[in-house]
């Protein structure tokens, strides 16, 4: 009877996908009940599982697609990609985020924001190499603080990531060590930003904000703001940063030279901040603040989750813990400086990475919508104007008919060659997405993950509570572990 009601009540809205499999909605919550048995991306699954690579599904009354088929999330992220844009959560992060940010806004706005991002600016390497070694003692200091602090009892890991990645990215982005202040503004934004994409997006237009998250938001924008006014008193006119194989990056213009700019950034500033002033960014200060400062909502759940994902994985994985610290001390000693292409070719490192990104990609599904002014098709099928499509990342890292025991922690797989075979962006891997819009920070983010993993692993132990078990959580659009407890302690030399 419900089922029969249902599709009586919503026959209109039906029609359109009536040639679509799917799971049988219901009156009157359509197939929505059955996220509430799970997260939507396990329940999203097993429907591709049980129905293919384009299922309809209802949630409510509101129709959605779930695709997982390879080919056409290439169409709608890759081959197509103008067509289907971002919609959810657009309306649930504004102003969280500026709605010219470039993670929500869309084509013509869009273009612009990917374009002159610093990260799309300046040259990657170069950056990279100039800030490991600073990045790294900045790492080191606050791997020391958890020995320190787990002395008195076990951390929750989840905390601890968090605060390691966000500090991480003041230091790589402005140079700074930013005070305790900071990272509870940000908190205060992203927890806004996480209840309100789970709410309906006719309350989200209410626009009606806490004077808690109204303050925390008017410190965050004007202290950046005020960060980018300094940097470039300082800078003077913009000079270009180009060398490819250089590994440091050092502004040579007027006004700069051997000037101690700032005491935590030293004589040769090498945060993104100072390096896109000195390339010169087209951004004005208050566009340029908040790309920089849009950074950490972008990346610092998702590193921290992956970096969470990786330790808790080793941890239960000796064999491969152990075969990581042995390339480590071979390749990346702990009493010499590092290189770039000692961190970036170490293999073992990288396939720990992948794998973790693999096994639990932070980001597990994504949405897009359809034309809102025309029909159009996907897989020979009609999609009436603003279909919602639920592309399931997911499922392709996770598909037994793709992956050995996909639901095993092996980086081993990465081996011979299976890497190049299947890099990131390709149909069954892809953790920071495919195509035109695909995760602007990922260079950044696996070089922060390589970094932050080497120097955790190979300067400290750390040993998990008996108790520990992955509980996920979802926040701000990631999948992240919490229940992590662990104790940390140097590591013998
Ligand atoms: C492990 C870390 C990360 C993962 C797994 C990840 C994942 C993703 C994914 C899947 C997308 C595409 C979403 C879609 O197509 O709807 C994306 C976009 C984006 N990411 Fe990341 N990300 C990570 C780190 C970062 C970092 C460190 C930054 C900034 C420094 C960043 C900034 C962005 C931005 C701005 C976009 C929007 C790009 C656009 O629409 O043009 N992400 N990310």
Redesign the pocket.
């Known amino acids: 009877m419900p089922r029969t009601l249902f599709r009586w009540l919503n026959r209109a809205k039906f029609a359109p996908f009536a040639d679509l499999p799917g799971p049988e909605p219901t009156w009157p919550l359509g197939n929505a009940a059955a996220f509430g048995r799970g997260w939507p991306w396990e329940r999203c699954a097993d429907w591709a599982r049980d129905h293919g690579g384009l299922v309809r599904i209802f949630l409510g009354s509101s129709p959605a697609l779930v695709v997982s088929d390879p080919a056409l999330i290439g169409e709608i ?1 890759v081959e197509r990609w103008t067509e289907f844009h ?1 919609d959810a959560p657009c309306a649930a992060l504004v102003p969280v985020i500026t709605r010219e ?3 929500i806004s869309n084509l013509p706005a ?1 273009k612009a ?2 374009e002159n ?1 610093p ?1 799309r600016q300046i040259p990657a390497e170069p950056w990279h190499a100039a800030l490991l070694e600073p990045l790294r003692a900045t790492l080191g200091e606050l791997g020391r603080g958890w020995v320190e602090r787990s002395a008195a009892g076990p951390l929750e890991l989840f905390d601890q990531t968090q605060r390691m990645t966000f500090a991480a ?1 003041a230091r790589a982005f402005w140079g700074r060590a930013v005070p305790d202040t900071h990272y509870d503004w940000f908190q205060t934004l992203a927890r806004t930003g996480s209840w309100r994409m789970e709410l309906p997006d006719w309350w989200n237009r209410l626009n009606w904000f806490s004077p808690r998250f109204r303050r925390a938001r008017t410190a965050w924008y004007d202290t950046y703001q005020q960060y980018v006014r300094e940097a470039r008193a300082r800078t003077g006119p913009a000079d270009s940063v180009t060398q490819a194989d250089s590994t440091a990056v050092t502004p040579t213009g007027p006004g700069r030279g051997t000037q101690a700019i700032d005491p935590l950034v030293g004589e040769t500033p090498c945060d993104l901040l100072h390096v896109t002033l000195a390339h010169g960014s087209p951004l004005a200060d208050a566009q340029l603040a908040e790309a920089l400062a ?2 950490y909502f ?2 610092v759940f ?2 921290s ?2 970096l969470n994902t990786a330790l808790w994985q080793l941890a239960n994985a000796p064999g491969e813990l152990a075969r990581l610290r042995a390339a480590l001390d071979r390749d990346l000693p702990r009493d010499q400086p590092w290189t770039i292409a000692a961190l970036t070719r170490c293999e073992p490192l990288d396939h720990v990475i992948r794998e973790a ?1 693999r096994i639990a ?3 597990p599904m ?3 919508s359809s034309p809102s002014d025309r029909e159009t098709t996907l897989g020979g099928h009609r999609l009436p104007p603003g279909t919602n499509l639920f ?1 399931m ?1 997911w499922y392709a890292h996770r598909e037994d008919r793709f992956w050995e025991d996909p639901h095993v922690f092996r980086p081993s797989r990465w081996e011979n060659g299976f890497a190049n075979q299947h890099p990131y962006g390709s149909p069954h891997f ?13 260079d ?2 696996l070089f ?2 390589r970094l932050a993993l080497a120097v955790l692993v190979s300067a400290f132990d750390c040993v998990f509570t008996p108790d520990s078990r992955p509980v996920t959580e979802f926040f701000f659009g990631v999948m992240m572990p919490r229940g992590l407890r662990a104790r940390w302690t140097p590591r013998p030399a």
């Open positions: 992220l971002k940010s470039l993670f869009w924001a990917r991002h990260l990215f849009t950074n972008g990346g998702s590193c989750s992956a990104l990609p932070p980001v994504y949405f897009r592309v990342q892809f953790p920071f997405g495919r195509g035109p819009r695909a995760c602007v920070g990922g950044f983010a922060h993950l």
